[in-house]
């Protein structure tokens, strides 16, 4: 499923249905009309928030059950994220791709987890790690039996509240993990801290990271999105409006196919 170009897209929390199936069925829209693999995507629990009274979004039950009617409505794949070991099996149940998050990047247990569950595991490069660092964690993974592994860069630190995003970084994922090298062009854009204890972030740099990924030779994209960021009850700071993802995707798109090797 990722071994081939993907777009990860959809809410950064998952809502109610109503508008999990507005993105969802956008999403599917998109795919058919141009081709692209995509895949749903929506966290049942945000355990990383900034603040202890920020939403989180519905739990594991509620939110499996979200997911699963957005996998029964559209067709599209699902993923979402897990935190906890115990999350794990239950999870692996319903969506077609475990993520770890970021923080969790290195976490022994939890890699192990997912990849016993035999879906597929997305794994999100921490912002203070080298490529080559990301290794060892898709392998514990895929140890553990995943049925494909990924990894996905998400820029890197650079001073108090900013992420830099190092295009050198899709290669050096590529050689060091064995598996697709993502780009996530949202959480890149991301402004740590930068809103009184909340991220903040510069949504309007996304289309042009997001290209200059694809000309680097990223192997698919991973982008939240919704019809009205500043409505979402997480990351609305640094999401891309629903509206402006086709223009995008073509850009993309155009740019591949632009990038092509000439038939000989």
């Avoid at 969506?95 to 794994?123: E, F, H, M, W, Y």
Wanted: charged residues 20%; contains cysteine.
């Amino acid at each position: 499923m990722l071994e081939t170009f993907t777009l990860i897209a959809g809410p950064c929390t998952l809502e109610d249905d109503a508008l999990n199936l507005e993105i969802a069925r956008a999403l599917a829209e998109l795919s058919q009309d141009t081709g692209l693999p995509i895949v749903f995507k929506g966290s049942f629990d945000k355990a990383n928030r900034s603040r202890i009274d920020s939403a989180r979004g519905p739990g594991l039950d509620a939110g499996l059950e979200r997911l699963a009617t957005v996998r029964s409505k559209t067709g599209l794949p699902v993923l979402t994220d897990i935190h906890e070991v115990h999350q794990a099996a239950p999870v692996g149940e319903v969506v077609d791709v475990l993520q770890i998050p970021a923080l969790l990047c290195k976490q022994t247990d939890l890699l192990v987890a997912a990849g016993r569950t035999g879906r597929a595991v997305n794994v999100k490069k921490g912002q203070w790690m080298a490529p080559e660092e990301m290794g060892p964690a898709l392998q514990k993974a895929r140890q553990a039996g995943a049925s494909e592994v990924a990894v996905t860069e998400r820029g890197t630190i650079h001073g108090y509240g900013d992420l830099v995003v190092d295009m050198r970084s899709f290669a050096r994922l590529r050689a060091a993990t064995d598996a697709p090298a993502m780009f996530d062009g949202t959480h890149a854009v991301q402004r740590p801290g930068l809103q009184g204890g909340s991220s903040g972030g510069d949504p309007e740099h996304i289309p042009a990271l997001v290209r200059a990924a694809v000309a680097a030779g990223c192997d698919g994209l991973f982008l939240e999105t919704h019809p009205e960021p500043a409505r979402a009850p997480s990351d609305g700071t640094n999401m891309l409006p629903l509206e402006q993802l086709p223009a995008l995707i073509q850009d993309v798109l155009s740019l591949r196919a632009a990038l092509m090797p000439s038939p000989s």
